[in-house]
């Protein structure tokens, strides 16, 4: 892991009269500060809208992304779902399924009292120059990792761009439909963005190891075997798991709890919430510890991605039929803690909360609903996300807190 590169001078950047830098990044009437170290943000006109508070008082708080609302941006989706085809999953893409509305790909979120940056795909490989950035977690991580994929190339297939998965083990097994993960690198800047499959962050060893029929020990107090063995490659790690701690999925998996090498014996874990919530706090745990020996890590749990299944669940007829946003419900202030395991987990330490769950949960109308490929009569899915789509925002919401580190004793910014 290297040192941020510094910003190359040209047209994506100027120096204004009173000797700040412009940044490519930010709304044009934004400059930055690189004379201090936390950054300043001032604007210059009337941006964000007048709603916003002025740039004076911006400065002098913590911004807080999770508070605000979605608004029309005409400008929007930043890439294609039609185009986007190398990096995204034709059942997510649902302009290539039989959906009708598009209405969801039209919002942005506003921050109430903050200026949030405009993701361009050029800065964020700057600033990634000679980086890795690992996404581990279940599908909704795989999810937020393909829509980085078509932020960065804006949805263009971009051939010179390199899968570089064998160097991390990456490759289909025999047998599997699919690898565990992916990685390519931007030989350019010479950047690599890679995703693994690990539905709940610890490490799970098959039990017996020559039995294709195996059961597998879900070891909660140990963080995956992928992340341990690889973590000293990385820059940045967003990391996120929820939805599989269930019933039903531990059993189709064959996981079975385990704490300090032997089968879970506390009934309290039988409470899948306590078991996630163990799980999260000693993966923060060991990531903390890791800080000593990555001095300029920066690792982000993700918060909950919401479901919205009314009137059922996923297997009992549950729906998410709504096409608009309502407009009741543009707006969101946490009160609590949006999912308190990865909260509190993060407390303490200098692993980094990137909260998406409160902004999602008014996002009812942008899950895949019943256009999905290959479905059984009348199921829907929402749980995962159309792209372009919610998703999205999470990774401009990543792009504002990698630029703009909050006060956690924090690494300086990438």
């Given at each position: ?35 201090v ?6 604007t ?36 294609s ?18 959906r ?5 790909e ?16 050029e ?27 078509c ?18 083990g ?6 599997a ?71 039903g ?9 385990y ?32 800080f ?14 919401p479901?919205?299944f ?14 608009k ?45 019943k ?21 999205d ?5 990543l ?12 690494p300086?910014?990438?």
């Open positions: 892991m290297e040192s941020p590169p510094s910003l190359p001078t040209g047209e994506s950047n100027s120096i204004s009269a009173n000797g700040l830098q412009r940044v490519s990044g930010l709304p044009p009437n934004v400059t930055k500060d690189f004379s170290e936390s950054i300043s943000v001032i210059t006109e009337k941006w964000p809208p007048p709603e916003v508070e002025n740039s004076a008082a911006i400065e002098k708080k913590v911004c807080d992304y999770t508070e605000g609302k979605w608004i029309q941006d005409s400008r929007r989706p930043i890439y779902g039609n185009m986007c085809k190398r990096w995204l999953s034709e059942m997510w893409a649902c302009r290539l399924t039989q009708p509305d598009f209405s969801y039209k919002y942005r979120w506003q921050p109430d009292n903050c200026v949030m940056p405009n993701f361009e795909g800065e964020f490989l700057l600033r990634m120059q000679n980086k890795t950035l690992a996404f581990v977690g279940d599908s909704l991580g795989r999810q937020q990792f393909q829509s980085m994929m932020l960065i190339t804006g949805g263009k297939d971009s051939p010179d761009v390199q899968d570089v998965g064998k160097e991390y990456l490759v289909r097994a025999p047998g439909i699919r690898p565990d993960g992916w990685a390519y690198r931007f030989p350019e800047t010479n950047t690599t963005v890679l995703y693994y499959w690990s539905a709940s962050l610890c490490e799970i060893e098959p039990l017996n190891p020559g039995n294709r029929s195996t059961d597998f020990a879900m070891h909660l107090d140990r963080p995956a075997a992928f992340l341990r063995d690889n973590l000293y490659r990385f820059d940045v790690v967003v990391l996120n798991t929820g939805h599989h701690w269930n019933r999925k531990l059993n189709a998996n064959r996981w079975h709890m704490v300090n090498g032997q089968p879970n014996e506390d009934g309290k874990m039988r409470d899948l919430r306590i078991a996630r919530n163990f799980t999260v706090h000693s993966v923060a745990k060991w990531l903390d510890k890791q000593v020996k990555y001095p300029k890590l920066r690792v982000f749990m993700r918060t909950l991605s479901r919205h009314f009137n059922g669940d996923w297997d009992s007829g549950g729906r998410c039929d709504n096409t946003l309502l407009s009741e419900s543009h707006n969101v202030s946490h009160i609590r803690a949006s999912d308190p395991a990865v909260e509190s987990a993060a407390r303490g330490t200098r692993v980094e909360c990137l909260d998406i769950t409160g902004i999602s949960e008014l996002r009812d109308e942008s899950h895949i609903s256009y999905i490929l290959r479905s059984k009569v009348d199921s829907q899915d929402c749980l995962h996300w159309c792209l372009p789509g919610v998703p925002t999470w990774n401009e919401l792009f504002a807190q990698l630029l703009f580190p909050q006060p956690k004793n924090l300086a910014k990438i």
